[in-house]
């Protein structure tokens, strides 16, 4: 059994693209079934592109609440917009954090008839040009880099585990296209004296590939090894960080490992902290347990000389019953009530039979 881990491995895409790709492969190998977590630097995103990523990202905070609660979530039967801060909680603890969700450009193709599940596709709501002068564009601009990646990313993950590059094609391609979404959170710094330190508590990611840009310099993320003990992943300056999420764990019969990670307040008197998680979307009419993945022996033995994956989490178990659509929708459903009281109201009923909770939950 390998040592548990006590640093995130930093991978190098570049190398993925010469004659240095199998070193790649292999430490993208090690990564994934003994960490569940990376960082990946010198990418095809442009460093330009990161950069207005980062200047843009505070400007739709600082709106007026009144501007920010106009683009508020309610108001959208995607799920796409702004949330306060404070309106969540994940596994129970308040998340301390204010959050915008954005996604690719999309249309929504849902009619009368069509699976409900189908609606969540859908535009987002953005802020009014000017009140945020080129926000849609930079983080459209954005959302689609780091979707192209994230499609590249996943045939890298095939071939690393002995897979054909394509295998996976079939979880992202469809009649419909995935619908990719980030969302930018913002974490104020830490009150002095404060006895709770708590941006989002520990979870796993639902799908399949999470990119996390840190898009200021304070720690905050923290990922759990096998021991139990949280080894910190500080930013590094044009990378992102890269998890494995429940879904692509199950669909790998547990090759590749999810692992549980947890984001603190950043320092008393350090400013906000900004990140943007990115999560790669799935056709949703796949259902993962549909999908037998044809894995070499060697990969198989590797994995069952490993310790059992470490997962506790009953965070989005939909995803081993029902289709990737129907699973993202109950856990939109269950993180957003006030949305599905809106939109989903069957939805709203079976998941909240005594009405609306004080704070919604999350994983
Ligand atoms: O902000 C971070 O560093 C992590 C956030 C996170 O894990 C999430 O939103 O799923
Ligand atoms: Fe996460």
């Known amino acids: 059994m390998p040592a548990s881990f006590q640093s995130i491995p930093v991978l190098d895409y570049s190398l993925a693209l010469g004659p240095e790709k199998p070193v790649f492969l292999s430490q993208l190998r090690h990564a994934l079934m003994n960490v569940g977590f990376l960082y990946l630097t010198n990418t095809s995103v442009p460093n330009s592109l990161v950069d207005q990523v980062r200047e843009m990202s505070p400007k739709f905070f600082d709106l007026s609440q009144e501007k920010k609660d106009a683009l508020g979530m309610v108001h959208s039967p995607h799920f796409m917009g702004y949330s306060r801060f404070a309106t969540q909680m994940t596994k129970g603890i308040v998340d301390q954090r204010e959050q915008f969700e954005f996604c690719v450009p999309y249309e929504c193709r849902w009619k009368e008839g069509d699976p409900l599940y189908m609606r969540v596709w859908g535009p987002c709501q953005w802020p009014a040009e ?13 959302g689609l880099a780091i979707s192209r990646l994230s499609t590249h990313f996943l045939e890298l993950i095939c071939e690393s585990v002995g897979l054909a590059p394509n295998a996976l094609d079939p979880f992202l391609k469809d009649t419909v296209e995935p619908c990719h979404r980030g969302k930018i959170a913002k974490y104020p710094d ?48 044009y990378s992102w960080v890269v ?42 009419h796949i259902r993962l347990s549909d999908y037998e993945l044809d894995f070499p022996p060697e990969i198989i033995a590797l994995r069952d000389a490993r310790d059992g994956n470490n997962i506790d989490s009953a965070n989005y178990a939909e995803f081993e019953t029902s289709c990737a659509g129907e699973a993202n929708l109950v856990g939109r459903v269950k993180t957003h009530p006030e949305v599905a009281e809106r939109f989903y109201p069957e939805y709203f009923a079976k998941y909240f039979p005594n ?5 919604a939950s999350a994983y």
């Open 130 to 142: 000017e009140d945020v002068p080129n926000f849609q564009h930079v983080f459209t601009e954005y």
């Open 243 to 284: 998890n494995i999420g429940r879904a692509l764990n199950t669909v790998t019969k547990n090759v590749v490992l999810a692992t549980s990670h947890k984001a603190l307040l950043p320092p008393p008197g350090t400013g906000a902290r900004y990140s943007i998680p990115f999560l790669q979307g799935l056709n949703p």
């Open 190 to 237: 830490t009150v002095p004296g404060s006895d709770s330190d708590n941006g989002v508590a520990p979870h796993f990611d639902p799908d399949f590939l999470t990119f996390l840009m840190q898009v200021t310099d304070q720690p905050g993320l923290q990922v759990q090894n096998q021991d139990g003990d949280w080894i910190p992943a500080p930013p590094i300056p």
């Open 355 to 359: 009405g609306m909770p004080v704070q």
